[in-house]
């Protein structure tokens, strides 16, 4: 195995379903709220596997053109420079388009023949169609988000992937996550983590995003640093979620009651 595999602690079974999927070489879509842990999966599965791994955190200005390559003017030449994902598929790496929902449709349409049995990118600017190296895997992520603003992946688009869901971990494992990630004192990480579940809880708030593992890691961080407990929260926790002053005065005391 590789050395220096990022420090990821299973949640369910994923790691076994990444293994076949790999084996199988089926792109896999990761569905889960932001901080729920899917980079840091795959960035331990990548080592663990040891290939290379790329990582596209697309916007909505992502499009083909930044995944596939540009042709360049050097001099008095124009010359082609592969994107991310033609490197990828040419060198047989792993690719991680995070939040791809997020680009623009013309990427999703360019990776559909590398999601199913052909394994194959057409570059219409080359009028060439390359074939993925073997090792070649396409990851991607998605907020599947059920407020306003998220966008949607077409169903089409959905079916070529294996599929798994990323959730908060239980009580005991995020905890486990906060001292390794944080190394705060397992104390202080079993009360980050009861204050997480709390707020996660109080959906009357109407939060876009609720409290993420990676909110309580930072928390952690800074208490472990020196910065006083409660500043941590409300700076780590509490500010990143709202900038209702209402909202934001009920977690702040929530916080000095828990905290
Ligand atoms: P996402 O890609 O889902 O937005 P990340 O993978 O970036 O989330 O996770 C954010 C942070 O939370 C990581 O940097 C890590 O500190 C921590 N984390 C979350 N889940 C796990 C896990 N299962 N094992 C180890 N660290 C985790």
Not at 25 to 44: A, D, M, Q, V, Y
Not at 136 to 150: D, E, H, I, T, W
Not at 175 to 203: D, F, H, Q, Y
């Amino acid at each position: 195995m590789a050395e220096n595999v990022p420090y990821y602690h299973p949640v369910g079974k994923e790691i076994e379903v990444f293994t076949h999927a790999y084996q199988n070489r089926l792109p896999i879509l990761l569905k889960g709220p932001t901080g729920s842990g899917k980079s840091r999966f795959i960035e331990s599965m990548a080592c663990q596997l040891n290939k290379k791994l790329l990582t596209i955190s697309c916007h909505e200005e992502t499009s083909s053109t930044d995944l596939i390559g540009r042709f360049i003017i050097k001099g008095a030449e124009t010359v082609w420079l592969d994107g991310p994902l033609t490197i990828a598929i040419k060198e047989g790496y792993l690719i991680y388009l995070d939040e791809i929902a997020e680009a623009r449709p013309d990427v999703i349409v360019a990776i559909h023949p590398l999601t199913d049995h052909r394994r194959e990118l057409f570059i219409d600017k080359l009028g060439e169609t390359f074939k993925a190296h073997e090792d070649f895997m396409l990851v991607a992520s998605f907020n599947p988000g059920y407020q306003r603003g998220f966008k949607e992946l077409k169903p089409s688009t959905r079916q070529r992937f294996v599929a798994m869901t990323f959730n908060y971990p239980n009580a005991k494992i995020e905890t486990e996550i906060l001292i390794n990630e944080s190394k705060v004192e397992p104390e202080m990480a079993k009360k980050l983590v009861a204050l997480g579940i709390k707020i996660r809880n109080l959906s009357e708030l109407g939060l876009t995003e609720t409290v993420s593992t990676r909110l309580l890691v930072d928390a952690g961080k800074l208490i472990q640093s020196g910065l006083s407990k409660r500043l941590a929260v409300k700076v780590a926790v509490v500010e990143p979620l709202t900038d209702d002053p209402q909202i934001l005065s009920a977690l702040n005391d929530l916080t000095d009651l828990m905290i």
